[in-house]
C-alpha cells in the first residue's frame, strides 16, 4: 500500500467521487478508460453509504470505501484521525482534526471543492453542508447531471483554477463528477432510458475529459489520485430502481488509488 506519511505534505492530492458509478460497469470499461485504468484496473469495494450525502460525510471523515475482502489485514486507511486508542498501520497519515478535509488543511493544504450532483449545488442550506468542508467550493449549472458536458466544464474550472494556483502550496483538488448519475441515457444516441450501457458510455466520455486534467497535475508535481464511486445504482435488479438502498448494485463500488507519473 502507499505510505501516506510520504505522500501528504509533498504531493498534490486528487479526489474524484464518480457519482453513482457500478462496479460491474466500471469493470467492462476499463479497457476504454486510459487515463482512470492505465495504470491498472478497478478494486471491489464496499461504500460507506448509499447515496451521495452520506458516502460524502464518510469520505470527509477518512472512510473510504473498504476492500470488499474478508481479509481483515487488507482493510488498511490511508487516512485516520488521531487519539481514537485505536491502533493505527505505521502507513496511515492520521490527522487531529474533525474531518480529513480540515486535516489537510491544517498540513498546509488549499481545500478546493468542485460540485457536480445536488448535494453540492449550494442552492440550499443542506446543499452547502458538503461543500462547507472546503476552504473553496464551485458550482456551476453546467457542472450537473442534465448538462451532456458536464465533465468538461468540471474539468475546465479545474484547469483555470490550476493556472493560477501557487505552485509552492500543495492542493486538495475534490471533484463530484455527475456524468454517471442520471439522466444518463442521453450518452447513447437514442437510448430512451438509463441502463448499465448508458452508464458505461457515460463514464468513457468522463475519462476521455481527464486526460488534460492530470496532465495539468503532472505540470504542478507529484500527485496523488484516488478515483472511486460514491455508490452504485440499480436499474431493475430484484425490482428495484435507484440507490439510497442496501442491494450489491448499490454497495459494491470501483475504487483506484494511483500516483500520476
Ligand atoms: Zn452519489
Known sequence: MLNMNHIVGTHDIVM???DT???DAAKLEEANCPN???SGGWEKRHSPGSFTYAAHHAFFGGFLPTPATTDKTAHVRL????????????HTWLFDAPDLVSGLQEAGYRTVCIGGVIFFT?????????PGYFQESYWRMTFGVTNPRSAEHQVNHALKLL???????RLFLFLNISAMHGPNHYF??????????TQRAALRYVDSQLGVLFDAMRNRGKTLVLAFSDHGTAYGEDGYEGH???????WNVPYREFILN
Not at 488521531?82 to 491502533?87: A, F, P, V
Not at 449550494?122 to 458538503?130: G, I, P, S, T, W
Open 16 to 18: 474524484i467521487t464518480l
Open 21 to 23: 458509478l457500478r462496479y
Open 36 to 38: 482512470l485504468c492505465g
Open 79 to 90: 487516512f485516520h484521525t488521531k487519539n481514537t486508542g485505536l491502533r493505527t498501520h505505521p
Open 122 to 130: 449550494k442552492k440550499n442550506k443542506l446543499a452547502k453542508v458538503l
Open 163 to 169: 493556472e493560477k494556483a501557487d505552485p509552492a502550496q
Open 188 to 197: 447513447v444516441p437514442g437510448a430512451k432510458q438509463d441502463s448499465v450501457e
Open 244 to 250: 439510497r438502498l442496501a442491494h450489491e448494485v448499490v
